[in-house]
């Protein structure tokens, strides 16, 4: 699984873009590889715009901004850090409750 996303992340290095747009990404590929790619990903494009798209907590807790959506609407945008430290924030309860059930686990 995951191989249709290497190969567009393979393309869009070569292609050196300046803006990359990932769809749930690495959703298909398990921990060990998603964390290699992340870890690429930051490197590479740490000069270009990246907008995420993503379910997991772990993949936006570095990211510069989250923008934190609830039923099709945009509900807040803001650091990450800043959004955990915001009383009623949506994205601190999304985060506490990944941590609730995850047992600590990326």
Same mark, same amino acid.
């Given at each position: 699984?995951?191989?249709?996303? *290497? %190969?567009?992340?393979?393309?869009? !290095?070569?292609?050196?873009?300046?803006? !990359?747009? *990932?769809?749930?990404?690495?959703?298909?590929?398990?921990?060990?590889?998603?964390?290699?790619?992340?870890?690429?990903?930051?490197?590479?494009?740490?000069?270009?715009?990246?907008?995420?798209?993503?379910?997991?907590?772990?993949?936006?807790?570095?990211?510069?901004?989250? !923008?934190?959506?609830?039923?099709? $609407?945009?509900?807040? %945008?803001? $650091?990450?850090?800043? *959004?955990?430290?915001?009383?009623?924030? !949506?994205?601190?309860?999304?985060? $506490?409750?990944?941590?609730?059930?995850?047992?600590?686990?990326?």
């Amino acid at each position: 699984m995951g191989q249709r996303q *290497l %190969f567009c992340l393979g393309r869009t !290095l070569l292609r050196r873009c300046r803006i !990359l747009v *990932l769809g749930e990404a690495t959703a298909s590929i398990d921990n060990a590889t998603d964390a290699v790619l992340q870890k690429m990903i930051r490197t590479e494009f740490k000069y270009c715009t990246v907008i995420t798209v993503a379910h997991r907590i772990p993949k936006v807790m570095d990211c510069d901004m989250v !923008l934190a959506m609830s039923d099709g $609407k945009v509900v807040e %945008f803001d $650091k990450p850090t800043k *959004l955990m430290e915001t009383e009623g924030s !949506l994205f601190c309860e999304l985060v $506490k409750e990944y941590w609730s059930t995850s047992n600590g686990n990326i």
